[in-house]
């Protein structure tokens, strides 16, 4: 304010006094619709009315939608409300410039009216007269209508936009937006899509894949200050349908083909949501926390007779100062050490006493042979008809959404049909991802079994940690118990008995017989011992 009149009399003096509003927002200050321009406008006009200019308030890079955000527009009314005996009018370029909203005005003309304050328009007619009052009331209605106008335009603008696959706003991490169009981020694709492989694992919490993303050297940037990656912001970078090329939003129903690269296929985003709901269709438990120690390789696979407690390693010094690395307790059940070598080689000893045979193997490898290409064919099956049902899937979500943009569904029906068609969805590309048999190599697979089982007690000097976990897991599946007589007792599993019995002399329940060729079929015709006569005997059922 160029100057306070509170301390003034308020008795006024002859003649009229008024103030000026001034409004301008920041689109307007482009087009050059200066508060100088309105101010020198509002000037000549109180002049030629016969008022006096006592105070200019200016308010700039303000809306007129509402008033809440204008606080100079909030000073002129407390300075009227303060000085109404010395106010007579409030001049303005255009109604416009006091509100946008019809209401608002005519709730700023009343509160004005009754310290009998009147609003002059310089440029509009106006004035205290039942015409003028009509008159003033339908120019701020059409204040509103323009202003209604432009946001529907801005509305269907964005709506276009969206139907036609472009984003609006910022583009997610991995993307960069380059003339309208989301384009790929050199600098951030090849990490963030990383990251989305490493989550499709189930290896991966959000807050495990957060630190990972971290490490990386990924950001969230807001505006232009850049933050570590949160597990809740990786929760909503995952569930982010526009890696997998489409857009969806929840101002719109539809959901569109986005006019950029995808990141990732539909199949492995339903994937990574089956995962992070807690659905993980590879049955992989979440990593945790392991301690793995080179120097114990059997630390925790290795347990004691006694307690059932898995031994834990340590190292102790002898007389000379020198280390020896020994196995025990972790129960502390006043059990003796045992040195690492000791229980080592007593676990090589045992690998090659169940060593399968070569003609186990052998058998073992055709029987496989065949139960491959029988579960293909279903698995084949069971993929077309997911596909199928997602196909139909779409096309109930796309006739709920025309249902419920021609007023048939209401939007509270839409939403509860559109995340039941979602989670039908996640369901049918979790069957359609766990039956695709073609990812695995039969061949390289065999190749690999009979490599890993033709020398046991090689294999485990050769593997990592985590390789012999996997192999002693799936041999001894209850695990291995010390008694400490030098001996390790093993419960071995199933399916490795059943490797075993992959011999001419003792196949169970006749089930090689289907893996058998048929001139191997032929050879064993008439034995004695052919897993097809001893069944259709009645010796194995």
Known sequence: ???????????????????????????????????????????????????????????????????????????????CRKNKKLVDAVFVYRL?????????????????????????????????????????????????????????????GLRARFLSGKISGKAPLGYILQAGYAVKDPETWDRVKQAWDLMATGTKSLSDIAKVMNEWGLKETHGKRKYKIRSQTAG???RLKFYAGKLVS???????????IPMI?????????????????????????????????????????????????????????KKYAYYRCAG?????????????????TLLKQIQPKEEALRLFSEFMYKLYHDRRTRLLKIKNEADKEIEELKALRKTLVEKNLNGVYSDEIFKEQSAIIEDKMIKAQIVKDDSVIDKYNIDKLMSFIKTIFADLGETYRRSTIGQLKVLLGSIFSSGVAWDYSGRLNPQISPIFQYIQQFSMAAIPSGAPAVGLTRPQRTQYTGASNCPANLHRRGKVR
């Open 236 to 238: 909503r970078i995952f």
């Open 250 to 260: 929840p101002t719109y129903p539809e959901e569109v083909i986005g006019q950029h």
């Open 96 to 156: 416009d410039r006091i509100s946008r909203q019809t209401s608002d005005y005519l709730a700023i003309r009343k509160k004005l009216g009754e310290n009998e304050i009147t609003i002059i328009s310089s440029t509009e007619p106006t004035g205290d007269s039942p015409t003028e009052k009509l008159v003033e009331t339908i120019l701020a209605g059409f204040a509103q209508l323009d202003n209604d106008i432009r946001s529907e335009r801005a509305k269907n």
């Open 265 to 321: 296929s539909e199949e492995q985003f339903y994937k990574v949501q089956a995962i992070i709901d807690g659905r993980n269709p590879n049955k992989i438990a979440l990593a945790k926390r392991t301690f793995e120690n080179e120097d114990f390789p059997l630390r925790r696979i290795v347990r004691c007779s006694k307690c059932g407690v898995g031994l834990t390693g340590a190292w102790s010094r002898g007389k000379m100062g």
């Open 1 to 79: 304010m160029k100057r306070e009149l509170q301390g003034y009399p308020v008795i006024k003096e002859n003649g009229k006094k008024a103030v000026i509003y001034l409004r301008v927002s920041t689109e307007e200050q482009v087009d050059n619709f200066s508060l100088d321009t309105q101010e020198e406008i509002c000037r000549k006009e109180a002049d030629k009315r016969g008022y006096e200019i006592i105070e200019v308030f200016r308010e700039e890079g303000r809306s007129a939608k509402s008033i809440v955000g204008r606080p100079v527009l909030i000073n002129l009314l407390e300075y």
């Open 332 to 348: 502390r059940c006043n059990t003796k050490s045992v040195p690492v070598k000791k229980i080592d080689e007593a676990m090589i």
